[in-house]
């Protein structure tokens, strides 16, 4: 009996890993057509998210690549101008827990596909699907109070702040010690 | 001793048959799963040492099967680019450190304390905890590889490649802890052999008596303890590197992507004589019981093997010729490569030179090792060729390298090492290996082996690097490739013929003698397969050649204890008795160890803390393995 | 059985010829490194050959009796083989010396430092080749991918820079290799000898798509490459019909713009391969398609699947704007 329970677990285990680690470097272009149906509420913060990102068990959440990748898109894209590191400059911080717009993930990527208001530009038309899901993915996770196994380390370059896979992330940013009427 | 103490049954005070009975009740190891968990015999270690490494060379001949599929042709599509570049990199890492040392070792650990005339080998309890740790590395990694999550950057897993930020996921993290799993599990083995060789040889055989195989295991087990530590501080680093956010290999931030070259080779070039270096001993030592004359050159032979493993440390940057590093530095590395020839070829004109003036008999054996010679020349000249640094800049990371490692690690040590197997399987298992299917298996695997890799020298000169998935068909390469492919499937069966002839003999093949052969080193002196005390009275060895010198009697050495577990402690340049010393029973903590060991390091892939907490468990089984148990042997 | 031996040798002759091989060069270091092999190969062959020869020869003298038992060779026979073994181990002291020495002499001249007629700086992407045309006037700086033109008959310099892991510069038909490793700037020079096109490609496992990274050095005459430089240093082609034109609009404000700099359009990317003069080149995707409206088209529909794991993504496009893209792409000589 103990047997068998112990052989699930660790079956289940294993399969949560399979999952974290698989990598899909295409994207079935109707799951790439339905990742674009996000329902937004009126003012664009939350909404619905594509169902077929809860039947992929939230891969932009949860898998090893993808994060990976986010963070790739993150440098090549140079959020950093904006954003720096994660500590936010004069686009807010990613580190400090605080979201603007909400955490979940459909509204981050609902901020980098169509921009917001106070300078956050629209990279709806510069990326793929995909890439934005990737960034939101990457954004969201990055202030993660407890290392991911799944999350991304550090960067070949500069430190500048802990890796992303040691917790806690959150750490006083640059931004949290401007005027705090900047953000209000 | 006070009264009260039952008195001493010294195996003086038996005859044969008594004494043998005794010896067997003091030594045995229970049936059952307990007797299977708990055995501390070296023999029953070696054996499955032996077969799992056999089963871990099925494997990874598995996944070269596989790539030669997919490479039979130009863009193919039988792996993807991700598959691929996982099955190259578990090639690599399975045979180099889940069969080729491992292999060796078993070896080892089954035939020195045999040869030098000992009960067991020395600290047996690690040598069955090492065992369990190298089985479970090697259930990682492969489970890794069934679970799509293997390592893919290749085994050597070069910064900043496998680093943090390339490196997505655990995969290069199963690929450093594997690395710490079978390195310690290595490491031990050299200590317990080191520490045998020198301390625990019959009286008697002295230095310059001391078989050729077992110097060349001596030697091996010094470049392991030397070599081993230095990739475990390399995969560390780089686990730090991943898990933690160190900088040990981040340029930005003082670290150096060529410092992770420079720690891997320092350990990988001594590795490939680790693999090396025990199969020149078993090819002396075929050679010697097959010309029936001792090995010509016995001196020259033992200091050519101390030279290699020296010189093995020199020569690392071989491998970096073209990174950049100073034109000065890279010639001295050029003078120390090429000079590594010298020794071996002392050996072989060595052999030579045996085989010139022997009484040839052509078993088996004496095939492969003909096979070897062949084959190893080529590697070893292919290697002086490399050695060259402008040579080396055209064929650094082409198929022509592939073809030259392949010649000298398949041709100069797996043909010693299944020649060996047909040699000792008499004495392992009492009996003979077919003899007609042994040349079938010498002919397949030869012709086979050559036709496969020695196109790959061309392949590599005509352009094709190594590592690609695939090529394009504009570039010619198809042809060869193809032919290259057909000929792995001989190759391949020579193999699958060797393992069904291990199989078919284990049950019917013909019972051999104490010693079928009729070699001349003290393995021979015992039934075949040996009791699990191995001599009844430990031999007097009066020469190199004990069973040839005085083929009717074997003199022996009386006064250990019957009733209780010991070996007898020798000196080491001379080998004269010092001192009785107690061998541990069967223990069931070196299992539990293990397990605590496994626990500890698997979860150390996924958090730092786990070498915190992990020490914990690991700690409790040292200590119960440590708990004097009351036994007769605590005493000491 | 001989007509047998001759095909299979044959077979493996075939091909030392071609665009990428070690043994068909066509620069100043490449044909010394050719000679080197030969050098070697000669020398070892010969080895090989003794050795095997003296195995056979002391195999033959066989005595296959069973019942002898061991014996002790005589002394003076052991003492002259003593002597030949000794005459060996010196004889092979004395090949590998002589070998040392000339490698020591090939790395020399391959390394001497000749007055550079072109500097180049080549930047190693996954997956592809950055190459940067440097110059003392800023105005004739210019940046192309996967594909080097460079004058016959001059040294070449080549400043080996790393964006990401480590590459390798492997062109063999003109030179050996080496590496190019983030955090450190490697140098290569040689100096073609004859005008022609030579396939090069990465040597160092840089990941997914390490097998489809090569690149191209196209060896052309003074004047040829003097019109090819100027052809690079101009804007990119414009448009001609509304089908070009609708592609160049695409292009810039689809998410084409955002990787890709296109010299001339409002295009200015830095993250992917430089497309200003892309039609100009042999291949696309460092190797992977011969440049063609077709398969420009087949890229950007899905290079997923001809390239799985590289880093363009695939961007959604419907027919029409296909054809405009491809159309205006495939006209940017």
Same mark, same amino acid.
């Given at each position: 009996?103990?047997?068998?329970?112990?052989?699930?677990?660790?079956?289940?285990?294993?399969?949560?890993?399979?999952?974290?680690?698989?990598?899909?470097?295409?994207?079935?272009?109707?799951?790439?057509?339905?990742?674009?149906?996000?329902?937004?509420?009126?003012?664009?913060?939350?909404?619905?998210?594509?169902?077929?990102?809860?039947?992929?068990?939230?891969?932009?959440?949860?898998?090893?690549?993808?994060?990976?990748?986010?963070?790739?898109?993150?440098?090549?894209?140079?959020?950093?101008?904006?954003?720096?590191?994660?500590?936010?400059?004069?686009?807010?911080?990613?580190?400090?827990?605080?979201?603007?717009?909400?955490?979940?993930?459909?509204?981050?990527?609902?901020?980098?596909?169509?921009?917001?208001?106070?300078?956050?530009?629209?990279?709806?038309?510069?990326?793929?699907?995909?890439?934005?899901?990737?960034?939101?993915?990457?954004?969201?996770?990055?202030?993660?109070?407890?290392?991911?196994?799944?999350?991304?380390?550090?960067?070949?370059?500069?430190?500048?702040?802990?890796?992303?896979?040691?917790?806690?992330?959150?750490?006083?940013?640059?931004?949290?010690?401007?005027?705090?009427?900047?953000?209000? | 001793?006070?009264?009260?103490?039952?008195?001493?049954?010294?195996?003086?005070?038996?005859?044969?048959?008594?004494?043998?009975?005794?010896?067997?009740?003091?030594?045995?190891?229970?049936?059952?799963?307990?007797?299977?968990?708990?055995?501390?015999?070296?023999?029953?270690?070696?054996?499955?040492?032996?077969?799992?490494?056999?089963?871990?060379?099925?494997?990874?001949?598995?996944?070269?099967?596989?790539?030669?599929?997919?490479?039979?042709?130009?863009?193919?599509?039988?792996?993807?680019?991700?598959?691929?570049?996982?099955?190259?990199?578990?090639?690599?890492?399975?045979?180099?450190?889940?069969?080729?040392?491992?292999?060796?070792?078993?070896?080892?650990?089954?035939?020195?304390?045999?040869?030098?005339?000992?009960?067991?080998?020395?600290?047996?309890?690690?040598?069955?905890?090492?065992?369990?740790?190298?089985?479970?590395?090697?259930?990682?990694?492969?489970?890794?590889?069934?679970?799509?999550?293997?390592?893919?950057?290749?085994?050597?897993?070069?910064?900043?490649?496998?680093?943090?930020?390339?490196?997505?996921?655990?995969?290069?993290?199963?690929?450093?802890?594997?690395?710490?799993?079978?390195?310690?599990?290595?490491?031990?083995?050299?200590?317990?052999?080191?520490?045998?060789?020198?301390?625990?040889?019959?009286?008697?055989?002295?230095?310059?008596?001391?078989?050729?195989?077992?110097?060349?295991?001596?030697?091996?087990?010094?470049?392991?303890?030397?070599?081993?530590?230095?990739?475990?501080?390399?995969?560390?680093?780089?686990?730090?590197?991943?898990?933690?956010?160190?900088?040990?290999?981040?340029?930005?931030?003082?670290?150096?992507?060529?410092?992770?070259?420079?720690?891997?080779?320092?350990?990988?070039?001594?590795?490939?004589?680790?693999?090396?270096?025990?199969?020149?001993?078993?090819?002396?030592?075929?050679?010697?019981?097959?010309?029936? %004359?001792? $090995?010509? =050159?016995? /001196?020259?032979?033992?200091?050519? &093997?101390?030279?290699?493993?020296?010189?093995?440390? +020199? *020569?690392?940057?071989?491998?970096?010729?073209?990174?950049?590093?100073?034109?000065?530095?890279?010639?001295?590395?050029?003078?120390?490569?090429?000079?590594?020839?010298?020794?071996?070829?002392?050996?072989?004109?060595?052999?030579?030179?045996?085989?010139?003036?022997?009484?040839?008999?052509?078993?088996?054996?004496?095939?492969?090792?003909?096979?070897?010679?062949?084959?190893?020349?080529?590697?070893?000249?292919?290697?002086?060729?490399?050695?060259?640094?402008?040579?080396?800049?055209?064929?650094?990371?082409?198929?022509?390298?592939?073809?030259?490692?392949?010649?000298?690690?398949?041709?100069?040590?797996?043909?010693?090492?299944?020649?060996?197997?047909?040699?000792?399987?008499?004495?392992?298992?009492?009996?003979?290996?077919?003899?007609?299917?042994? %040349?079938? $298996?010498? =002919?397949? /695997?030869?012709?086979?082996?050559? &036709?496969?890799?020695?196109?790959?020298?061309?392949? +590599? *000169?005509?352009?094709?690097?190594?590592?690609?998935?695939?090529?394009?068909?504009?570039?010619?390469?198809?042809?060869?490739?193809?032919?290259?492919?057909?000929?792995?499937?001989?190759?391949?069966?020579?193999?699958?013929?060797?393992?069904?002839?291990?199989?078919?003999?284990?049950?019917?093949?013909?019972?051999?003698?104490?010693?079928?052969?009729?070699?001349?080193?003290?393995?021979?002196?015992?039934?075949?397969?040996?009791?699990?005390?191995?001599?009844?009275?430990?031999?007097?060895?009066?020469?190199?050649?004990?069973?040839?010198?005085?083929?009717?009697?074997?003199?022996?050495?009386?006064?250990?204890?019957?009733?209780?577990?010991?070996?007898?402690?020798?000196?080491?340049?001379?080998?004269?008795?010092?001192?009785?010393?107690?061998?541990? %029973?069967?223990?069931?903590?070196? /299992?539990?160890?293990?397990?605590?060991?496994?626990?500890?390091?698997?979860?150390?892939?996924?958090?730092?803390?786990?070498?915190?907490?992990?020490?914990?468990?690991?700690?409790?089984?040292?200590?119960?393995?440590?708990?004097?148990?009351?036994?007769?042997?605590?005493?000491? | 059985?001989?007509?047998?031996?001759?095909?299979?040798?044959?077979?493996?002759?075939?091909?030392?010829?071609?665009?990428?091989?070690?043994?068909?060069?066509?620069?100043?270091?490449?044909?010394?490194?050719?000679?080197?092999?030969?050098?070697?190969?000669?020398?070892?062959?010969?080895?090989?050959?003794?050795?095997?020869?003296?195995?056979?020869?002391?195999?033959?003298?066989?005595?296959?009796?069973?019942?002898?038992?061991?014996?002790?060779?005589?002394?003076?026979?052991?003492?002259?083989?003593?002597?030949?073994?000794?005459?060996?181990?010196?004889?092979?002291?004395?090949?590998?010396?002589?070998?040392?020495?000339?490698?020591?002499?090939?790395?020399?001249?391959?390394?001497?430092?000749?007055?550079?007629?072109?500097?180049?700086?080549?930047?190693?992407?996954?997956?592809?080749?950055?190459?940067?045309?440097?110059?003392?006037?800023?105005?004739?700086?210019?940046?192309?991918?996967?594909?080097?033109?460079?004058?016959?008959?001059?040294?070449?310099?080549?400043?080996?820079?790393?964006?990401?892991?480590?590459?390798?510069?492997?062109?063999?038909?003109?030179?050996?290799?080496?590496?190019?490793?983030?955090?450190?700037?490697?140098?290569?020079?040689?100096?073609?000898?004859?005008?022609?096109?030579?396939?090069?490609?990465?040597?160092?496992?840089?990941?997914?798509?390490?097998?489809?990274?090569?690149?191209?050095?196209?060896?052309?005459?003074?004047?040829?490459?003097?019109?090819?430089?100027?052809?690079?240093?101009?804007?990119?082609?414009?448009?001609?019909?509304?089908?070009?034109?609708?592609?160049?609009?695409?292009?810039?404000?689809?998410?084409?713009?955002?990787?890709?700099?296109?010299?001339?359009?409002?295009?200015?990317?830095?993250?992917?391969?430089?497309?200003?003069?892309?039609?100009?080149?042999?291949?696309?995707?460092?190797?992977?398609?011969?440049?063609?409206?077709?398969?420009?088209?087949?890229?950007?529909?899905?290079?997923?699947?001809?390239?799985?794991?590289?880093?363009?993504?695939?961007?959604?496009?419907?027919?029409?704007?296909?054809?405009?893209?491809?159309?205006?792409?495939?006209?940017?000589?």
């Amino acid at each position: 009996m103990t047997g068998r329970i112990f052989s699930l677990v660790f079956g289940a285990v294993l399969l949560t890993a399979c999952q974290r680690e698989s990598r899909s470097f295409r994207l079935d272009p109707p799951i790439a057509a339905s990742l674009e149906a996000v329902a937004p509420m009126p003012n664009g913060i939350g909404g619905a998210p594509p169902d077929s990102d809860a039947v992929l068990g939230h891969p932009y959440l949860t898998n090893a690549y993808n994060l990976n990748q986010g963070k790739q898109l993150y440098t090549w894209f140079n959020c950093k101008g904006c954003h720096a590191d994660g500590g936010g400059v004069t686009g807010p911080s990613f580190l400090n827990g605080w979201w603007r717009y909400g955490p979940q993930a459909v509204s981050i990527f609902i901020s980098i596909r169509d921009g917001r208001p106070r300078g956050m530009p629209a990279f709806g038309n510069h990326l793929t699907t995909e890439q934005l899901w990737q960034l939101a993915g990457y954004v969201r996770t990055i202030g993660a109070y407890s290392a991911m196994t799944a999350a991304p380390s550090r960067n070949d370059e500069m430190q500048s702040r802990p890796a992303e896979n040691r917790a806690p992330a959150a750490i006083a940013t640059p931004s949290d010690q401007w005027p705090a009427t900047r953000y209000r | 001793m006070t009264a009260s103490e039952p008195r001493a049954v010294s195996d003086s005070d038996l005859d044969p048959p008594a004494l043998e009975k005794q010896l067997a009740a003091t030594w045995r190891t229970p049936g059952g799963l307990w007797g299977v968990l708990s055995t501390v015999d070296h023999k029953i270690i070696g054996r499955r040492y032996i077969i799992t490494a056999f089963v871990f060379l099925a494997l990874g001949g598995v996944l070269a099967l596989l790539m030669r599929l997919q490479l039979a042709g130009a863009e193919r599509r039988v792996l993807s680019a991700d598959r691929y570049n996982q099955v190259f990199t578990m090639h690599g890492s399975n045979m180099m450190f889940l069969f080729a040392v491992p292999v060796m070792e078993a070896m080892a650990v089954y035939l020195v304390p045999l040869m030098v005339g000992s009960r067991n080998i020395a600290f047996p309890r690690l040598n069955a905890f090492s065992y369990w740790l190298y089985l479970a590395g090697g259930i990682l990694l492969w489970a890794a590889f069934a679970l799509n999550m293997a390592p893919d950057v290749g085994w050597f897993a070069y910064v900043p490649l496998s680093g943090p930020q390339f490196g997505a996921g655990k995969r290069a993290d199963i690929w450093a802890q594997m690395i710490t799993f079978t390195e310690v599990s290595a490491l031990a083995v050299a200590i317990e052999l080191v520490v045998t060789i020198f301390k625990q040889r019959a009286p008697g055989m002295t230095l310059a008596r001391v078989p050729l195989f077992v110097w060349s295991m001596l030697v091996t087990a010094f470049l392991v303890i030397l070599a081993m530590p230095t990739i475990m501080i390399a995969s560390t680093s780089l686990i730090l590197d991943r898990l933690v956010g160190t900088h040990f290999f981040n340029p930005a931030e003082g670290g150096d992507a060529l410092l992770w070259q420079h720690l891997f080779w320092f350990f990988g070039h001594p590795e490939v004589y680790i693999i090396f270096l025990p199969a020149v001993g078993m090819v002396s030592t075929i050679v010697a019981t097959f010309a029936r %004359r001792p $090995v010509f =050159g016995y /001196l020259a032979m033992v200091l050519a &093997l101390i030279a290699t493993g020296v010189l093995a440390f +020199g *020569l690392w940057v071989h491998h970096m010729f073209v990174v950049g590093l100073p034109r000065l530095g890279e010639s001295f590395f050029t003078i120390s490569s090429m000079s590594i020839a010298l020794p071996a070829g002392i050996q072989i004109f060595c052999w030579l030179a045996t085989l010139w003036d022997g009484r040839l008999m052509f078993r088996t054996p004496l095939l492969f090792v003909i096979a070897f010679m062949v084959t190893f020349v080529m590697g070893g000249l292919t290697g002086v060729m490399v050695a060259s640094v402008p040579l080396d800049t055209q064929v650094h990371d082409t198929y022509f390298v592939v073809a030259h490692f392949h010649y000298v690690l398949i041709g100069g040590a797996v043909f010693p090492l299944i020649g060996a197997i047909y040699y000792w399987f008499p004495k392992m298992t009492g009996r003979l290996m077919s003899e007609r299917i042994g %040349r079938w $298996v010498v =002919g397949l /695997l030869f012709v086979g082996f050559n &036709l496969t890799f020695f196109p790959m020298h061309i392949l +590599g *000169l005509q352009g094709m690097p190594r590592r690609i998935y695939t090529y394009p068909a504009e570039m010619h390469w198809g042809t060869i490739n193809l032919f290259v492919s057909v000929s792995a499937t001989i190759l391949t069966s020579g193999f699958l013929l060797f393992f069904i002839d291990v199989v078919r003999s284990l049950r019917h093949g013909p019972p051999a003698g104490a010693n079928p052969w009729g070699a001349s080193t003290l393995e021979w002196a015992t039934s075949s397969p040996p009791p699990s005390y191995n001599f009844a009275r430990l031999p007097v060895v009066g020469s190199a050649q004990p069973l040839w010198d005085r083929p009717d009697v074997l003199p022996v050495v009386c006064g250990l204890r019957a009733d209780r577990r010991e070996l007898l402690i020798t000196s080491l340049r001379s080998a004269e008795p010092q001192a009785r010393e107690s061998s541990p %029973r069967n223990s069931i903590w070196p /299992l539990l160890a293990a397990i605590a060991s496994t626990v500890m390091l698997i979860s150390s892939i996924f958090t730092p803390w786990a070498m915190v907490w992990g020490a914990v468990p690991v700690l409790i089984t040292l200590i119960g393995w440590f708990w004097p148990k009351g036994t007769p042997e605590d005493e000491g | 059985m001989a007509r047998h031996a001759l095909s299979l040798i044959a077979l493996l002759c075939c091909g030392c010829a071609g665009w990428q091989s070690a043994l068909d060069t066509h620069a100043v270091q490449g044909t010394r490194l050719a000679h080197l092999i030969w050098l070697f190969v000669g020398v070892c062959a010969v080895v090989w050959v003794t050795v095997t020869v003296v195995l056979l020869l002391a195999l033959r003298k066989k005595n296959d009796c069973p019942d002898d038992g061991p014996h002790t060779p005589a002394e003076a026979s052991e003492r002259r083989m003593a002597r030949i073994v000794r005459a060996a181990a010196i004889a092979t002291a004395g090949i590998i010396t002589s070998l040392t020495i000339v490698s020591f002499y090939a790395t020399r001249e391959l390394t001497s430092a000749a007055v550079a007629a072109l500097d180049l700086r080549v930047r190693g992407y996954q997956w592809w080749w950055e190459v940067t045309y440097l110059d003392a006037r800023p105005d004739q700086v210019f940046i192309t991918a996967n594909e080097i033109h460079v004058p016959v008959g001059r040294s070449i310099h080549l400043r080996l820079a790393a964006a990401d892991v480590i590459h390798s510069f492997w062109v063999p038909s003109l030179t050996g290799k080496q590496d190019l490793i983030p955090g450190r700037e490697n140098t290569l020079t040689f100096t073609p000898q004859e005008v022609g096109i030579y396939r090069g490609q990465c040597a160092e496992f840089c990941g997914l798509q390490h097998a489809h990274m090569s690149l191209l050095v196209v060896v052309d005459s003074a004047a040829d490459f003097e019109h090819w430089r100027r052809g690079q240093l101009a804007p990119a082609a414009t448009p001609r019909g509304p089908e070009q034109e609708t592609g160049k609009r695409l292009f810039e404000n689809k998410a084409c713009a955002s990787c890709h700099n296109i010299q001339g359009s409002t295009a200015s990317g830095t993250i992917g391969p430089d497309l200003t003069h892309l039609a100009s080149r042999h291949y696309i995707a460092a190797g992977s398609l011969a440049t063609n409206r077709g398969s420009i088209a087949a890229w950007l529909a899905d290079p997923q699947t001809i390239k799985p794991g590289n880093n363009m993504p695939r961007v959604r496009l419907n027919a029409g704007e296909l054809n405009a893209l491809s159309a205006y792409l495939a006209a940017l000589r």
